[in-house]
Nanobody, 113 residues
C-alpha cells in the first residue's frame, strides 16, 4: 500500500521555524520527484516546492523562496521541508505529493502570535 505520512507541523510565532517530514512507503521513493503543496483555510491547493528524484534539483514558489528548503533522504524514504522566517500567511495544511499525484493527509502549520 502506498503511504505518505507527514509530521512536524504545529503552532509557531511569526519569524519562527519548523521542519516538516514526510515518510514514504509502498513504492520506490527514489524513483519519484516529490513536492510539498499547501492548503490554507478557505483556499485552493497551492504548490510550494519540488525536488527531483535524486535530490539535486529544487524549485520553489515565489512566496517561499529564500525561506523554505526542500530536501530528501532516499535511504530513509523521507522528504523534508525546512521552513524559516515563517509568516502568518504560511498558515495552512502542508501536504507531500509524489509525482504520480499521490498525496498524504497533511500536517497543520499555524503561524500566529
Amino acid at each position: 500500500e502506498v503511504q505518505l505520512v507527514e509530521s512536524g507541523g504545529g503552532l509557531v510565532q511569526p519569524g519562527g521555524s519548523l521542519r516538516l517530514s514526510c515518510a514514504a512507503s509502498g513504492f520506490t521513493f527514489s524513483n519519484y520527484a516529490m513536492s510539498w503543496v499547501r492548503q490554507a483555510p478557505g483556499k485552493g491547493v497551492e504548490w510550494v516546492s519540488t525536488v527531483n528524484s535524486g535530490g539535486a534539483y529544487t524549485s520553489y514558489a515565489g512566496s517561499v523562496k529564500g525561506r523554505f528548503t526542500i530536501s530528501r533522504d532516499n535511504a530513509r524514504n523521507t522528504l523534508y521541508l525546512q521552513m524559516n522566517n515563517l509568516k502568518p500567511e504560511d498558515t495552512a495544511v502542508y501536504i507531500c505529493e509524489a509525482s504520480d499525484s499521490t498525496r498524504g493527509q497533511g500536517t497543520q502549520v499555524t503561524v500566529s502570535a
